[in-house]
C-alpha cells in the first residue's frame, strides 16, 4: 500500500489523481524516481522476499552467482578483456545485484585470478531490442570485498 507523508497531506489528491487504484509501490515506482517519490515510504520499499530496493530499483543485497549469472559473464568475457587490455585466466562470477531498467542491468563481481577481481556492467536487453547481453561498462582492482555499487 502506498503511504502519505504526514507533513503534506495534498499528497492525497495527487494519489488519488494519479494512481486511483495504487496497491503495490511498483506502480508508484512507474510514474515517480524512487528518491522523489511522495507515495512510497522507505518500510514499503521492502520486496517480498525481505531484501531491500535501492534508488533506481537497484537491489541493495548481493545474492551468490549462479549458473544464469555466470552465463552472462561467460558471454562477455571477450568483451571485459578487451576494455581492460589484458586476458583472464579465471572469469568466475562471484555475486551480483541487478536493477531493472528497460531491461535489466547486472552489476557482477567477477574472480579473474589470484586476489584480484573485476566488476562489470551488464546489460541484458528485452526480447524486442534483439535480447542478448552487452557490457556497459567494467571497473577494475576490484577485492574480494569491495562491495558491489552502481557504477
Known sequence: MCLI???QPNLQS???SMIPACSCPSICLLLFPVSLCPLVSADSLKMSSGKGMMCGGMSSDALEADEKIQNICDGVKAEAEDK???KFEVFKAKSYTSQVVAGTNYFIKVHVGGDDHVHLRVWAKLPHQGS????????HSKSH???IEYF
Open 5 to 7: 507523508t504526514q507533513d
Open 14 to 16: 495527487i494519489k488519488e
Open 84 to 86: 581492460a587490455g589484458k
Open 132 to 139: 542478448g547481453v552487452e557490457l556497459s561498462a567494467i571497473q
Open 145 to 147: 570485498h569491495d562491495p
